[in-house]
């Protein structure tokens, strides 16, 4: 079963060889509404850890010029925070080694000055000036000030299998690891982006948090996942359902498995799942991304031996970000990997039966956080 919860797989990762060529992530992103106007806006924070026991007195860099001529790799803690719509901004803060703490047991916690995040908590803050953000295009950073103080109610997981079970962890078998631990979630708190502030309400939050870690990153990156669904036959919002669709190209030990997806629906507590890993299911998935001139669009076909699940977003390009990352050794791959918190769609959900394919539901579904890049 997909939804068990095991915050195992969100502890700290970056041991034997990831410490010296890996990288480490919690990922949240949610719906907070601004406390005068309430005008909805999507934001998402990041912690993202990099190369531990490549650590110097200051966070190490891997776009700075000098860096580079020197092969020096990133060795960091940044703090990646942020929002989509129209005025997206992504902001990040850097520290070193020597200024992290990180707690490796279970529950994990990550702390630098006055930035924290747990398995249900993250509070912090970044602040970039417009002159600094020119200075420093090593930085990645757009300008602006972002603070937050966020409690988190995980309450649906999407746990792969044993693609990320302890075994294949210990033995670092994947490039590229995957745990939502917090497929669907609520926040609640308090957040305040350049003066302005946001409540963050648990019922309004479609919240989500999950982790990836491993030593690159795949391409192409697909991420979709929304908790804000509802049935276009019934009218009726599906309180007790979340869809997660992740991957790309994987890799085991260094061997590409092309165009593999997860996909997870939890919907009104049956669980639908197409994991390339649990081959006894016959999983089979078609993925597609166009990029328009207004709108970028996915449209992924996935099924195993008892069920399709049919799934169209489309999300403004303008409301979206291109997201920066650089990988362990350095290089910045991915240069147009699009990044949204708001977008919308539809999933047709169908059960396989003699006579062909009987509808279960036609949802409408919206607050999709919406991911691609390939390179």
């Known amino acids: 079963m997909f939804q068990i919860h095991d915050i195992r797989r969100n502890a700290y990762m970056l041991t034997g060889s990831f410490a ?57 803690l940044m703090v990646k925070a942020g929002c989509w719509g129209d005025e997206k901004v992504q902001l990040h803060r850097f520290f070193s080694w020597k200024d992290v703490n990180v707690n490796p047991g279970i529950p994990f916690s990550v702390s630098a000055k006055d930035c924290y995040v747990s398995e249900n908590a993250i509070r912090g803050s970044v602040s970039v000036s417009k002159k600094d953000s020119k200075k420093h295009p090593e930085w990645m950073s757009d300008a602006g000030e972002m603070s937050w103080d966020l409690l988190i109610n995980k309450e649906i997981a999407f746990n792969v299998g044993y693609g990320a079970s302890r075994l294949f962890r210990d033995i670092k078998a994947f490039e590229m690891y995957w745990h939502a631990e917090g497929m669907k979630s609520k926040f609640a708190g308090s957040i305040t982006l350049n003066g302005r502030k946001y409540d963050v309400i648990p019922g309004r939050s479609f919240g989500y948090a999950d982790k990836n870690w491993g030593s690159n990153f795949t391409s192409p990156w697909v991420w979709l996942s929304s908790n804000d669904l509802r049935s276009k036959i019934t009218g009726k919002r599906l309180k007790n359902s979340v869809f997660d669709i992740g991957g790309g190209r994987p890799k085991v030990f260094f061997v590409p498995l092309n165009r593999k997806l997860l ?29 328009g001139k207004e709108m970028v669009y996915w449209h992924v076909r996935q099924e195993n031996r008892d069920s399709v699940m049919d799934t169209k977003i489309v999300c403004k390009k303008k409301d979206m970000l291109l997201v920066n990352y650089e990988s362990p050794d350095g290089r910045k791959r991915h240069k147009r990997l699009f990044n949204g918190g708001n977008g919308k769609g539809n999933i047709k959900l169908y ?25």
Not at 283 to 291: I, L, R, V
Not at 367 to 373: A, N
Request: aromatic residues 20%.
């Open 20 to 76: 010296k060529k890996g990288y480490d992530w919690w990922w949240h992103s949610f719906t907070a509404v601004d406390s005068i106007t309430g005008e909805e806006r999507p934001f998402f924070i990041e912690f993202f850890l990099c190369n531990p026991d490549l650590a110097e007195e200051e966070p190490v860099l891997g776009q700075l010029p000098a860096n580079k001529i020197h092969h020096k790799k990133p060795s960091y």
């Open 351 to 375: 059960k396989k039966t003699e006579n062909g394919l009987e509808l279960i539901d036609d949802i409408r579904v919206g607050h999709v956080g919406c991911e691609y890049g390939e390179y």
């Open 263 to 291: 996909g997870a629906f939890w919907y009104e507590g049956e669980e639908y799942e197409y994991n390339f890993s649990k081959f006894w299911m016959s999983p089979k998935t078609e993925f597609s991304f166009k990029e």
